[in-house]
């Protein structure tokens, strides 16, 4: 098996998030670059270990949700979200895991699994949390 950036086709996504940001709005461009770091920085924050194999990620996917406008960002979507609709904090709801994120500082709260049913199930089919709180150092 490759690296993790063969794993996660991390330059692939750079290329493609670099593209679709020149055209946008400055205070879009620093959002959106913010939500890709919060993204690379829970990815790193986690000790290595295998990938998960997609026969444990059946009917997974993520939505955001908590935004200023009451809108929920379903799994998949292509939308742009103003920084006016972003409040004090969102949720990241998923099938498996789910968390909040303060957005001022980009610090992860809340993490748990939510014990749905998985043949990759590490929390015994009950909600879990997993941390109460980490904050990155900006």
Request: aromatic share 6%; net charge positive; proline share 5%.
């Amino acid at each position: 098996m490759g690296g993790a950036s063969e794993v996660w086709g991390e330059t692939e996504v750079k290329k493609q998030t670099i593209k679709k940001l020149k055209n946008k709005p400055a205070g879009m461009r620093t959002f959106a670059t913010a939500i890709c770091s919060l993204a690379a920085m829970s990815v790193m924050a986690v000790p290595a270990a295998h990938a998960a194999k997609s026969e444990g990620c059946t009917g997974g996917g993520f939505v955001i949700f908590g935004l200023l406008n009451g809108i929920t960002v379903p799994s998949g979507s292509a939308a742009t979200i103003p920084a006016s609709n972003i409040g004090p904090s969102f949720q990241i709801l998923g099938k498996y895991v789910e968390f909040n994120v303060v957005a001022s500082t980009f610090g992860i709260e809340s993490s748990l699994c939510t014990g749905a049913a998985s043949p990759e199930d590490i929390s015994d089919g009950k909600r879990t949390v997993v941390f109460r709180s980490k904050t990155p150092d900006l």
